[in-house]
């Protein structure tokens, strides 16, 4: 754990309360220069602390600063490996990079921004400030068929981790777009990357963007079918990016500890918005189906009006509600 991160945790121990340089330095077995200079550093990076000769250090507000530090705080497991960037094109790309580097299953890698991220099906995915963009590396030992089902586990996983923090609960668009109020605020994207020999998965990214904070203003053309958490004014203030991204984290290694037994696909089901609605299935060609239940492989299972049921797959197409 780095000075920083000792420094704020300390802190964070106490917040509002002043801890003069000797008792942190003490604290933490550091010399009182090592300890300011870390605070001075925090100080550059956004973070909200006061100093006052004669009285120390104080943090004043749990800012939404996103940082290697607050992420690490947040976290409170300093073995996982993570990477963290102000601006990055893309986190999946990145984390894809780092997994053929050899980063080790639960690797974790974040931004604050994306110049170029990307979404289901080619498109790409609007990654402003105010969004919270991470893509979490996976080393299944599971057979590919079960694996694949990390996709809707990432859905509850953020679902749970929102939950947690605000007690908002979001609604599933099958496979994994999560829905508040009618509209999108969260995209999960997963990416694999596959053995030849035995046709395993090597390694697995999940890529999750959530509009956090992202005002409709930055969300543009998007605005009337895309929303924010914290649009409805229910998300805490003091639900930052860092906590949300450690509680999404924590909860997608609970979820794939879930795997095996697929618990989580009651919650996957209750939590979802197209069961017994109308859908348009957008393949080639698009036909509308009635969407009628998620099956034991988070299959939709649709019937057609010819009454024809059909299972859809993740990967394969993509739906839309109708109205
Ligand atoms: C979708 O809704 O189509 C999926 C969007 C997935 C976006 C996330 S943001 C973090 C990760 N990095 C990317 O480039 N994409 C995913």
Redesign the pocket.
Known sequence: MSTKTRVLEVLYQQPRAFISGEDLAAALGLSRAAVWKAVHSLKAQGIAIESVAGQGYRILAQEDVLCLETLRQALQSPEIELQFFDELD????AAKEWALAGAPHGSLLVAAR?TA????LG?S?L?PQGGL???ILLRPREEASTAVMMTAGAAVAVCRAVASLSGIQLGIKWVN?LFLQGKKCC???TEAGTGFENASIEYMVL???INVTTTAQQLGEHADVATSLAAGGDWPVEATRAKLAAAVYHQVLEVYGELGDKAFLPEYRDRSIVLGRQVRVLATPVYEAEALEIDQEARLIVREPNGCRTALSYGEISIKLDK
Request: glycine share 22%; aromatic share 10%; charged share 25%.
């Open positions: 893309s986190t999946n790309r994306q991220g990307r979404g289901r498109r995915f990654s963009y991470m893509s777009d995209g999960i994207l890529g999750i963007g």
